[in-house]
C-alpha cells in the first residue's frame, strides 16, 4: 500500500484528504536526531513511563500552524470485523516501528514516512481476521549495541526480529518466536495466555506480563517472568498468585493458585533503569464479579508491584483494591517521576486506576505520598461472597471521574433520554463506588472502561505536573445462579449502560483532561474533552466523550491527545487546559500519541486506526510538523 510516493494530507474543511506527489528515495543519508531524549524510544516515551518529550521546536507560538507532513497507510484495515490501531510509534536513530491493524510489524523511516521493511507475524496463515490489537514493540541493543532487535507480541507469542531488516532471529527461543504458553507455571490445563503491551529490556532480560482472561471459565494465570534476550530461555518468574510459601499465599484460600486466573499485567510494565526495577500494574483475579472461591484480599491482583529486574524478587507491593469483584484492574504503566514538594524532590510512582483515582507513591518504599484511608464499602448478600470490609481512598488528588451514579447523575439531554433511563435505573442496585455486585443488577460506575485507562498519565517535570484523560462510562452487571456449570455464578448481563441512541446513561460532562499539582494533589486545570456534533447541533452544551488513548507533554508547553470519538487530534496549553490546536483525522486516533525530532524538525504522530463503536476503521499513521 506504500508505494514510492510521498503522500500529503491538507486541511479542507476541517478534515484530512490525501494527496499524493513523487519524491525520492533517500540515499544513505540517516534521518537522526540531533539528542537521542528527543526522539520516542519506549512505548511510554521513556524506560519510565511518564509520557513527557524534552522536544520544544513545537510550542504555544507555533502550534496553530501545525500540518500533516506525511501519512503512512498500513494497508490491513477491516470494517467486518473492525480492526484498530491502539499502537504508540517507537523511533530510535532516525526509524519508527509500529505495529498495524492486523498486529504487522512495520518499519518507517520516521522523517519521511518511508516503509523499510514489514514483518508478517501470521504470514501464510489463513486467518481472515486480526489477532487482536497491540499496543507497541520493544527496541532492544545489546551492551554496545552490536546486537540491535525488535520485539513483538501476538497474542501468545513473543517474536524477536533484526532491527535492520524485520527478520526473524532464528536463536530466538524457536525460529525466532516463544510460546508464553510455555514456561507459565500454570496448574489450569488448557488456558492460553495474552499479551497485547510491549515487554520490558532491561540489560540481556525482557520482562514479560500478559496472562489469562477474567471470566468465570478458566483462565490462565498472569505470572511475570523474564526471558534471556538472545536466546528466549525463561530466567526467573514472578507468581501473582502465590504458592505455597510465597509472600501473599495467605491472602487466599489454600491452594487457590491452583485454579485461580486472571492477575495479569495486560497495561504494560515501566522500568526504573537506574536501580534495575520494573513496575507492574496488576489486574483483578478471575472470576472478575464473584469471589466466593478466592476469599480474602487477593494479593498480587489489583497491585502496583516493583519487582527486582534482574531477579524477579518482589520488593514492595501496594494494592488498590481488596478482592476485587468490579473489574478495577489497574489500567495503565506506573509512571515513573519526580516529585517537589515544600522544595524537596523525590522518586515517586503516579498510578492512574478505573475508579479515578490517582495513587502517588514513593518509588524506593512503596508508600502513600497523600495518606491512603481504608474506608468501609456495603457487604454483599450474594450467597457465598465475603467482600473485604474496607477498600483505600487516597486523600489526595481528587477522583478524576465521578465515583456514583444516583438518580441526581441520570442523563438530562433529553425528557426522552432521562425517562428511559430512569427506569432502568430504579430497577437496578445504584450509588457509589464499590456497591456490590448482585443478582438484581447492579451500576458500576467508573465503569471497566474508567476512569482512566490505558493511556495513562503523562508529567511535566519543570511545571511539577501531571495531565491526565478520563471517562464517565458506566456498566451493568448482573449475576446468575450457574448450577450446570462448574462455577458458582454466571453473568447474563455484562453491558455498557446507554440511553436508546447510543450516548452515556450518565449525565454529561462523558470526558475529561486534568492537570495536576504535584506540590499541593489540587487541580490545576480541568477541561471537557471532545463533544458529538450532532448533539451540540441540537443545542446540547459540549458533552465531551469516552475516550480511547491517552496524553503526552512536551517541553514546548504542550499536551497532545486524541482519542474521543468525534475523530479530533488536539493539543492543549499545560498552564490552562485552552485548546490551542485541533485538526479531524479520517479515522478516529485511539491511540496515544508520540512526538520526536529527525532531520533537525520535530513531528508529532498518530495512529488513526477508528473501529471502536461507529467508528469506521482505519489504516493511517500521521505525521503532523511544521514548516519552516
Request: hydrophobic share 35%.
Amino acid at each position: 500500500m506504500h508505494s514510492n510516493r510521498r503522500t500529503f494530507l491538507k486541511s479542507s474543511g476541517g478534515a484530512l484528504v490525501a494527496a499524493s506527489k513523487a519524491w525520492p528515495v533517500p540515499g544513505p543519508r540517516r534521518w537522526l536526531s540531533d539528542d537521542p531524549d528527543r526522539e520516542w524510544r519506549h512505548y511510554g516515551g521513556t524506560a519510565g513511563a511518564n509520557r513527557y518529550s524534552p522536544a520544544g521546536r513545537i510550542d504555544r507560538s507555533n502550534v496553530g500552524r501545525l500540518r500533516p507532513v506525511w501519512i503512512h497507510q498500513t494497508g490491513d484495515a477491516m470494517q467486518r470485523p473492525q480492526t484498530t490501531i491502539e499502537c504508540t510509534p517507537i523511533v530510535v536513530d532516525g526509524v519508527m516501528y509500529i505495529t498495524t491493524a492486523r498486529v504487522k510489524v512495520q518499519a518507517l523511516e520516521a522523517a519521511t514516512g518511508r516503509l523499510l521493511w514489514t514483518f508478517d507475524p501470521l504470514a501464510g496463515s489463513s486467518a481472515r481476521r486480526s489477532s487482536g490489537v497491540n499496543r507497541g514493540v520493544c527496541y532492544w541493543q545489546s551492551e554496545g549495541g552490536a546486537d540491535k532487535r525488535i520485539f513483538s507480541t501476538v497474542q501468545n507469542r513473543l517474536f524477536s526480529l533484526f532491527a535492520a531488516t524485520g527478520e526473524p532471529d532464528k536463536s530466538f527461543g524457536a525460529d525466532g518466536m516463544i510460546d508464553l504458553n510455555d514456561d507459565l507455571d500454570s496448574e489450569v490445563p488448557g488456558v492460553s495466555v495474552k499479551c497485547t503491551s510491549p515487554v520490558v529490556a532491561y540489560k540481556d532480560l525482557l520482562v514479560v506480563g500478559g496472562g489469562g482472561g477474567e471470566g468465570p471459565y478458566p483462565q490462565a494465570p498472569g505470572h511475570i517472568r523474564a526471558y534471556d534476550a538472545i536466546t528466549g530461555k525463561r530466567r526467573w518468574i514472578f507468581h501473582t498468585t502465590p504458592r505455597p510459601g510465597q509472600y501473599g499465599y495467605d491472602t487466599w484460600p489454600p491452594n487457590a493458585y491452583k485454579h485461580v486466573g486472571g492477575t495479569n499485567n495486560w497495561s504494560g510494565m515501566s522500568l526504573d533503569v537506574q536501580r534495575g526495577i520494573v513496575f507492574a500494574g496488576i489486574g483483578s483475579p478471575a472470576f472478575d464479579f464473584y469471589g466466593g472461591d478466592r476469599i480474602g484480599a487477593n494479593l498480587f491482583g489489583n497491585c502496583v508491584l516493583a519487582l527486582d529486574a534482574v531477579t524477579g524478587e518482589r520488593i514492595w507491593h501496594f494494592q488498590t483494591v481488596h478482592h476485587d469483584v468490579w473489574d478495577y484492574d489497574l489500567p495503565a504503566q506506573p509512571a515513573l517521576i519526580q516529585m517537589t514538594q515544600n522544595q524537596r524532590t523525590f522518586d515517586a510512582v503516579a498510578q492512574p486506576t478505573k475508579q479515578g483515582f490517582l495513587f502517588f507513591l514513593h518509588r524506593e518504599s512503596g508508600k502513600p505520598v497523600w495518606p491512603v484511608e481504608e474506608r468501609p464499602i456495603p457487604l454483599s448478600d450474594v450467597g457465598g461472597e465475603h467482600l473485604w470490609p474496607t477498600q483505600p481512598f487516597p486523600t489526595k488528588p481528587a477522583p478524576v471521574s465521578r465515583q456514583r451514579f444516583y438518580e441526581s447523575d441520570i442523563t438530562d439531554i433529553s425528557a426522552e433520554a432521562h425517562a428511559a433511563v430512569r427506569e432502568a435505573w430504579q430497577a437496578t442496585d445504584a450509588g457509589d463506588l464499590f456497591t456490590p455486585p448482585s443478582t438484581r443488577g447492579t451500576l458500576v460506575h467508573p465503569g471497566f472502561r474508567g476512569g482512566c485507562l490505558w493511556g495513562g498519565c503523562s508529567y511535566n517535570p519543570a511545571l511539577n505536573r501531571i495531565f491526565v484523560s478520563s471517562d464517565e462510562t458506566t456498566n451493568r452487571i448482573e449475576l446468575k445462579l450457574a448450577p450446570d456449570e462448574d462455577f458458582d455464578y454466571a453473568l447474563p448481563d455484562r453491558s455498557e449502560f446507554l440511553d436508546a441512541q447510543g450516548y452515556p446513561a450518565i449525565k454529561p460532562p462523558w470526558g475529561y483532561v486534568t492537570a495536576i499539582d504535584l506540590e499541593t494533589g489540587d487541580f490545576v486545570w480541568r477541561v471537557v474533552n471532545g463533544e458529538f456534533p450532532e448533539l451540540t447541533a441540537q443545542g446540547v452544551p459540549k458533552t465531551g466523550t469516552p475516550s480511547h488513548g491517552g496524553t503526552i507533554a512536551t517541553a514546548g508547553g504542550l499536551v497532545f491527545m486524541a482519542g474521543t470519538f468525534d475523530k479530533k487530534f488536539r493539543a492543549f496549553d499545560q498552564d490552562n487546559g485552552t485548546v490551542l490546536w485541533e485538526t479531524e483525522l479520517n479515522a478516529a486516533g485511539f491511540a496515544t500519541p508520540c512526538t520526536y525530532e529527525a532531520d533537525g524538525r520535530q513531528f508529532v504522530v498518530i495512529a488513526a486506526g477508528g473501529g471502536k463503536g461507529d467508528s469506521p476503521s482505519g489504516d493511517e499513521i500521521v505525521a503532523f510538523g511544521i514548516d519552516g
